[in-house]
């Protein structure tokens, strides 16, 4: 079984740039596919970007070109985000497969594991 934990998000400003982290405990993380996703409120959720046990990276379309995603050795992913907007205002969760080995995946039911989100505010 495994643990998420998002922490990092907060009240920025248009244009701010901000880095999320998503710690992990329990399984073999480091062989899993870790997704971020994000949610705005009457929004559905949506793929933001993934990043597998290479750290290869899959983009999403909704903050492409704006953001970067690592991992380390203490089995914690970071997604940095850039040049953020007003509209990248949501709920941004990690996710984890469980299946090792394989890639990150745009659709939230392919993963497993959730954190319980972190706020992310941006201000114009």
């Known amino acids: 079984q495994v643990q998420l934990v998002e922490s990092g998000g907060g009240l920025v400003q248009d244009g701010d740039s901000l880095r999320l982290s998503c710690a992990a405990s329990?399984?073999?993380?480091?062989?899993?596919?870790v997704g971020w996703f994000r949610q705005a409120p009457g929004k559905d959720r949506e793929f933001v970007g993934g990043i597998d046990w290479r750290s290869e990276i899959t983009s999403g379309e909704s903050m492409k070109g704006r953001f970067a995603m690592s991992r380390d050795n203490a089995n914690t992913v970071y997604l940095q985000m850039m040049l953020l907007k007003p509209e990248d205002t949501a709920v941004y969760y990690c996710a984890a497969r469980s299946l090792g080995y394989v890639g990150p995946s745009s659709r939230s039911e392919d993963y497993a594991y959730w954190g319980q989100g972190t706020q992310v505010t941006v201000s114009s």
């Open positions: 329990g399984g073999p993380f480091s062989t899993y596919a």
